[in-house]
């Protein structure tokens, strides 16, 4: 089983800052099977990126993904109110897994 | 507009059954690739089952010979069905779209992952001792 752990598990910052949340595998993925969702509380996860870099349909430029191998990075390059939510990476190179999860909390 | 509407939660007692519903619109269970993610109280997400176009059918190690998978054409309806319920089961439960799109690369299909897009609602599976 791939395991992802993302870093940190939570994340202050203030609106206007940049965040960035990290998820490594235990062994290396092809970038094609990594995707990023966002969660807010009581509602379903929508998805963010996919193939590691492609932002989903209607999501802000703001929004970026990166990585290979068994490193992947989110970024929010200036953040919004809205966008204070639990964030996770996931991938399917190999079954379904996805991380633990990282919030993303105002300070 | 593609949705999925969830239906069949509730509270079980252990060792019981539950069927869980996934009525899609704007889409095609049959044709696509089909997911069950479950949240635990105040947990991440766990990936829980899948279901590809060709029919074949994956679980995840914690419900497998427990839990069944399976979709109806003609409902256009994605179903899970959950046997010998555990308490750890308790979750509210997802279905989603496993999104793959086929490019043809030198006269080859290839399917690449475009994320599960499109999710359902949620619904509470509720499993006491």
């Known amino acids: 089983e791939i395991v992802l752990t993302q870093s940190p598990d939570t994340l202050s910052l203030s609106p206007g800052e940049r965040a960035t949340v990290s998820c490594r595998a235990s062994?290396?993925?092809?970038?094609?099977?990594v995707a990023w969702y966002q969660q807010k509380p009581g509602q379903a996860p929508r998805l963010l990126i996919y193939g590691a870099s492609s932002r989903a349909t209607g999501i802000p430029d703001r929004f970026t993904g990166s990585g290979s191998g068994t490193d992947f990075t989110l970024t929010i390059s200036r953040l919004e109110p809205e966008d204070f939510a639990v964030y996770y990476c996931?991938?399917?190179?190999?079954?379904?897994?996805f991380g633990q999860g990282t919030k993303l909390e105002i300070k | 507009e593609e949705q999925l509407v969830q239906s069949g939660g509730g509270l079980i007692q252990a060792g019981g059954s539950l069927r869980l519903s996934c009525a899609a619109s704007?889409?095609?269970?049959?044709?696509?690739?089909m997911t069950w993610v479950r949240q635990a109280p105040g947990k991440g997400l766990e990936w829980v089952s899948a279901?590809?176009?060709?029919?074949?059918?994956y679980y995840a190690d914690s419900v497998g010979g427990r839990f069944t998978i399976s979709r109806d054409n003609s409902e256009n309806t994605l179903y899970l069905q959950m046997n010998s319920l555990r308490t750890e089961d308790t979750a509210i439960y997802y279905c989603a779209r496993d999104l793959r799109v086929k490019v043809w690369l030198s006269g080859v299909p290839n399917f690449f992952y475009n994320g599960m897009d499109v999710w359902g609602q949620g619904t509470t599976v509720t499993v006491s001792s």
């Open positions: 996931q991938q399917c190179a190999t079954s379904y897994t």
């Open positions: 704007g889409l095609f269970v049959t044709s696509s690739y």
């Open positions: 062994q290396s993925i092809s970038v094609s099977y």
């Open positions: 279901i590809y176009s060709d029919g074949t059918t």
